[in-house]
């Protein structure tokens, strides 16, 4: 993802699993882009692996459930790893509750994967649609903020909004 390595202001996550993000090396994009610009914040919000979502997930892509958590736990611990220096600039999050779509949005564009049944999101078409399109910003951070607000933090901390200036926060 080329527009990680450009991010100015913020990069939000939704996904259900980070092993593709870690495989595909854009946490890796994601960590040198933090190191090279202090004001970047991020935020991943992960499907928790504990979640009884977690188990309809894979039986709904026809994998093995405890291999689909094994999968998801260590994407999210290789994650933590690789991202805790900077615990400033971002956080992680998981959450219980039906996953509805993955986005990745850097600055001024959402990448949105179609979300199937049949096979994980990376394997289906992205949009990348500009924050600016119809009720896109509201759309998404609405969702995301709400969604965040009801995770629970994996350092700690109060979750609070992914972004307090964003619609709906």
């Given at each position: 993802m080329d527009a990680i390595a450009d991010a100015s202001e913020f990069v939000l996550v939704c996904t259900t699993n980070l092993c593709w993000m870690v495989d595909a090396k854009i946490i890796d994009a994601l960590a040198a882009r933090l190191e090279t610009?202090?004001?970047l914040n991020a935020r991943l919000?992960?499907?928790d692996p504990n979640s009884p979502f977690a188990e309809a997930r894979a039986r709904q892509l026809g994998t093995i459930p405890d291999e689909f958590v094994r999968t998801m736990t260590a994407g999210i611990e290789m994650?933590?790893?690789q991202l805790r220096r900077f615990a400033?600039?971002?956080?992680?999050?998981?959450?219980?509750?039906?996953p509805t779509e993955i986005s990745i949005i850097v600055d001024?564009?959402?990448?949105?994967?179609?979300f199937t049944a049949h096979q994980p999101s990376r394997h289906n078409p992205v949009i990348a649609l500009p924050l600016h399109a119809h009720k896109a910003r509201e759309s998404f951070f609405k969702h995301m903020n709400?969604?965040?607000?009801r995770s629970?933090?994996?350092d700690g901390k109060a979750t609070g909004f992914f972004?307090?200036?964003?619609?709906g926060a």
């Open positions: 610009q202090p004001s919000l992960l499907l994650t933590r790893q400033n600039q971002c956080r992680i999050a998981v959450f219980d509750e039906p001024d564009v959402v990448f949105h994967s179609v709400l969604v965040w607000e629970r933090p994996l972004l307090k200036d964003t619609p």
